[in-house]
Each structure stands twice: as C-alpha cells, then as structure tokens.
C-alpha cells in the first residue's frame, strides 16, 4: 500500500521557518522524482519545489525560488521542504507527490501526480 505522510506544519511568525517531511513507503522511492505543492482554500494547486530521484537536482517555482530548499534521503524514504522567510501568503496545506511518468523539473508544471499525501497545514501570521 502506498502511503505519503506528511510533518512539520504548524503555526508560524512571518520571516520565520519551518521544515516539512514526507515520508513514503509502498513504493520504490528512490526512483521516483518528488514534488511538494500547496493548497489554500479557494486557489488553486500550486507546485513548488521538484526533486530529482538521487537528490541531485532540484528545481522551484518562481515564488518560492531562493527561501525554500527541497532534499531527500533515500535510505530514509523521505523528502523533505526546507522553508524560511515565510510570509503569510504562504499559508496553505501542503502535500508531497511522487510521480516517475515525466522529468522532474516537469513536474512543476503539473498538478496531478502518480501518489500524494494527505497533507500538513501551515499557517503563517504576519
């Protein structure tokens, strides 16, 4: 069974930082690339931050590009979103995905995946 279980939300002060975790079992995580997107009530997905499957490459949207940083470990089976500098338009649920069918800088330009998780909430105050 696959799972994606995502951590490390919360509540948090604009400037500050918060490091989310995905960890995934079920399926052969390190040949999947990995993509973390968020979710805000009334707007649409929005990917963020691709890995590739050795954590050699990564690649960020526009709006988070040089405050968020995506690594994995895949002895671990875990990917994780470094985020600092947080804003409150940050505010959203965020999810991790997996996804092998395409490249994965490609997968920012989606918004459906193979797998994904349940999602953890982040709340940034101003």
């Known amino acids: 069974q696959v799972r994606l279980v995502e951590s490390g939300g919360g509540l948090v002060q604009a400037g500050g930082s918060l490091r989310l975790s995905c960890a995934a079992s079920g399926f052969a995580f390190s040949s999947y690339p990995m993509v973390w997107f968020r979710q805000a009530p009334g707007k649409a997905r929005e990917s963020l931050a691709a890995?590739?499957?050795?954590?050699?490459?990564?690649a960020y949207s526009d709006s988070v590009k040089g405050r968020f940083f995506v690594s994995r470990d895949n002895a671990e089976s875990t990917v994780y979103l470094q985020m600092n500098s947080l804003k409150p338009e940050d505010t959203a649920n965020y999810y991790c995905a997996a996804d092998r069918s395409t490249s994965y800088y490609r997968l920012l330009e989606r918004s459906n995946y193979e797998y994904w998780g349940q999602g953890t909430q982040v709340t940034v105050s101003a």
């Open positions: 890995i590739n499957w050795s954590g050699g490459s990564a």
